[in-house]
């Protein structure tokens, strides 16, 4: 990121079982329209290809600790790609 030494986000997820992991967050967003916020985090993971593997999951803020939740729809998929489109061209 244009040679600038970014202190790394850790975000603390609890998962189903009760136990805590600490993944990096790289982005959270909102689509101004439907107002749904979403993350974007990663486990610094490298796939066959040598990629580190993504995850973005939305943010349900309904109750007193936020929850990740599941993209549920492929219109809701397809914008969230044009979103990590874009910040790749900003890389």
């Not at 600038?4 to 993944?23: F, H, S």
């Amino acid at each position: 990121m244009n040679g600038i030494n970014q202190e790394k986000k850790v975000l603390t997820i609890a998962k189903e079982d009760g136990t805590k992991e600490e993944v990096e967050l790289l982005i959270c967003f909102e689509f101004n329209d439907t107002k749904k916020e979403y993350v974007v985090y990663t486990r610094n993971e490298r796939d066959e290809n040598n990629n580190i593997t993504i995850y973005v999951s939305s943010v349900n803020r309904s109750g007193e600790i936020p929850k990740l939740g599941a993209i549920s729809t492929d219109e809701e998929w397809s914008r969230i790609k044009d979103v990590l489109r874009e910040l790749s061209k900003n890389d």
